[in-house]
């Protein structure tokens, strides 16, 4: 998915609201969405929570929209044309509906329910996304995940995989990248990561194991979840650091809920995030734009779709600057304090 907004915004530091007092248990930082339109006279509306002022990254996780579920009768579902990306990989994953996918590796796939699509696009590639016509309710989330330096300008590459449910207490877990109550992704990353789709029967509550390296955020897409002792509502991002080995999950509602957890060890590079690239200087997203807008060979040709290539926005008149997390505060710690 393309990040369509016209004025693309670079990722920025903000305070750090939840620290506890000494001796507390850990904290969960709450991000809520924003309305994002992807464009066209009846616009489809995503919700994005990641990145923001208060948070830019978890693990490698720098990026996430959540839509839906959107009867396409009504907003026209997805068609976003000809599109690039540099520095990162898309993950899409549905709840519902079907997506056709194209790249400029010569990929041609269908995202459907379940079932994961990943995409490199490293030194560049270019892909469209459009809801098939047998999709009458389109859901589901997007997210990008940033490339380490070294990898930074790894070869384009497209990976499927379709995970087999687990089964833990009152919870049904799909395992799409990482390990997870000993279910295994064999999609390989360039960071550790995890990523799990977990689904909770009415009230249910399940504890899973997680490595204490990770940072995790829990992205819910229905019910009301406790996460580690804080309440999210449907949209809601929770966000823990690392430093816990078990997670609690609990189903606060009557009905059935469903989130996807993310992680990932804490990604150390400082990185400038504009449109749909992800690059270390304002000099790299400069001339990522540029390549785009002359058609350079950088980010190949995609076949199969009717439409223009969509323009790259106007950059900022300000440089932008590399930027991660805001420091966190340690209990009891002066803001900023190691």
Do not use: K
């Not at 994002?36 to 208060?54: D, N």
């Not at 992205?219 to 406790?226: K, S």
Request: charged share 20%; proline share 9%; aromatic share 4%.
């Amino acid at each position: 998915m393309s990040n369509v907004e016209t004025d693309p915004a670079a990722v920025r530091r903000g305070p750090d609201a939840d620290a506890g007092p000494p001796g507390a248990a850990p904290r969960v930082q709450v991000l809520a969405p924003r309305d994002v339109p992807l464009g066209g006279p009846r616009a489809m509306t995503v919700r994005r929570t990641l990145p923001q002022r208060a948070r830019t990254l978890i693990g490698a996780w720098c990026f996430a929209d959540h839509y839906g579920p959107d009867d396409v009768a009504d907003t026209g579902g997805m068609d976003v044309a000809p599109h690039p990306h540099t520095g990162l990989q898309t993950v899409s994953w549905l709840f519902g509906g079907e997506i056709e996918h194209r790249d400029s590796l010569g990929s041609h796939a269908l995202v459907r329910p379940g079932e994961l699509n990943l995409m490199t696009g490293g030194h560049g590639i270019s892909h469209t996304e459009v809801s098939t016509a047998r999709t009458t309710v389109l859901h589901g989330v997007q997210l990008w995940v940033a490339l380490p330096r070294e990898h930074r300008d790894a070869a384009r590459d497209f990976q499927h995989h379709v995970p087999d449910p687990v089964t833990v207490d009152g919870a049904e877990l799909r395992v799409f990248l990482g390990s997870l109550a000993g279910s295994t992704s064999p999609v390989a990353t360039f960071s550790p990561l995890l990523g799990a789709e977990i689904a909770l029967a009415p009230r249910a509550a399940v504890t899973l194991d997680v490595d204490p390296a990770f940072e995790h955020g829990l992205l819910v897409d229905r019910g009301e979840v406790r996460m580690a002792d804080t309440l999210l509502h449907a949209a809601d991002l929770g966000c823990l650091d690392a430093g816990s080995a078990t997670l609690t999950l609990v189903n606060e509602s009557d009905g059935p809920a469903r989130a996807v957890l993310i992680g990932g060890t804490p990604f150390d590079e400082e990185i400038v995030m504009w449109w749909n690239f992800v690059g270390r200087s304002h000099e790299d997203i400069v001339r990522a734009r540029a390549d785009w807008q002359n058609a350079s060979d950088r980010f190949g040709e995609v076949g199969g779709h009717p439409g223009d290539r969509l323009p790259a926005p106007a950059l900022p008149r300000t440089a932008l600057r590399p930027r991660g997390n805001p420091p966190r505060r340690r209990p009891g710690s002066a803001e900023g304090a190691p």
